[in-house]
């Protein structure tokens, strides 16, 4: 007998309605477009500074192809760690629930957003930059220190601020057809695993205790920082002759990339915040310092 979940029901149904499959619904083969950028260019980290001005038009479109191929990377780097979350959850999980069979879902789908990040990487011609190595290291023990509210809402964090920079990409047509197609799917499928993770978190937080919240919002603050100050790779600057140490700190300061990510987050943080996943003082530093809490 299935144990029934009436919003993992309805997120299954819609999963089964579209779901895509990027070996077949993305032309791989496609010619990229002369003079097209590969991300929105307001949206480049060194937007606006004097540093970018500096380079050519041919150089712009350049490190744009460079920082939506780190993005990229960042993200499927993030969709391992997501999984191994998601399947440490199913693993203790009764397997006749609506509720596990969405994660398996879920899962899947995102050994799917893998592949085409990896497939995009290819066919852009450009590194897999991911996390810089300390972080990459590190980062296997989060799926074991991240429990309960703590793990939902670091995917929220690691989903919403990017779905919403790509709702923007696909819908602009100064930016390459196959980076739009890429960006449509994604947003598709992850819109049912926003909806899981939100109501996941919601049920998470009831009945918790003050130290179990304290840890919750210091985790995910610190993961929130972490994935915001990764998202692009120092040695992607490389790309149009730029020195990475001076062009990451021209980024950091730069207040057009700053408001950027702040925009990214300005949907997740209010939810966060009505969850009280935020934190206090200590907290708001890491949570300002990843630009997401102006």
Request: net charge negative.
């Amino acid at each position: 007998m299935t144990i029934s979940d009436p919003l993992s029901d309805r997120l299954l149904k819609s999963a089964a309605r579209q779901s895509y499959d990027p070996e077949v619904d993305i032309d791989w083969d496609a010619e990229v477009v002369p003079g097209l950028h590969y991300m929105v260019p307001e949206r480049l980290s060194l937007w606006g500074t004097p540093m970018f001005e500096r380079l050519t038009p041919e150089q712009q479109i350049e490190l744009s192809k460079h920082e939506i191929g780190s993005i990229a990377s960042v993200g499927l780097w993030f969709e391992i760690i997501l999984m191994q979350l998601l399947l440490r959850d199913v693993y203790h999980n009764d397997p006749r629930a609506d509720r596990t069979h969405f994660e398996l879902t879920e899962i899947a789908d995102e050994c799917r957003h893998s592949l085409m990040f990896g497939k995009a990487l290819s066919r852009l011609g450009v590194p897999a930059y991911g996390p810089r190595s300390w972080i990459h290291r590190l980062a296997p023990i989060y799926p074991t220190i991240s429990r309960g509210a703590a793990a939902y809402a670091s995917i929220l964090i690691g989903e919403e601020p990017v779905d919403r920079l790509q709702r923007e990409i696909m819908h602009d047509d100064r930016v390459q057809p196959i980076v739009r197609q890429i960006s449509r799917i994604h947003v598709v499928e992850e819109a049912r695993h926003v909806s899981f993770a939100r109501d996941e978190l919601q049920k998470a937080i009831q009945g918790m205790s003050r130290l179990e919240r304290t840890y919750a919002q210091t985790i995910t603050a610190q993961g929130a920082y972490i994935m915001m100050r990764s998202l692009v790779h120092p040695d992607a600057y490389k790309s149009v002759g730029l020195d990475p140490r001076e062009a990451r700190k021209a980024a950091l300061a730069n207040p057009n990339y700053r408001a950027t990510i702040a925009w990214m987050g300005e949907k997740v943080m209010p939810f966060l915040e009505e969850c009280d996943m935020i934190g206090g003082s200590r907290n708001r530093r890491a949570w300002r310092a990843s630009f997401l809490l102006p």
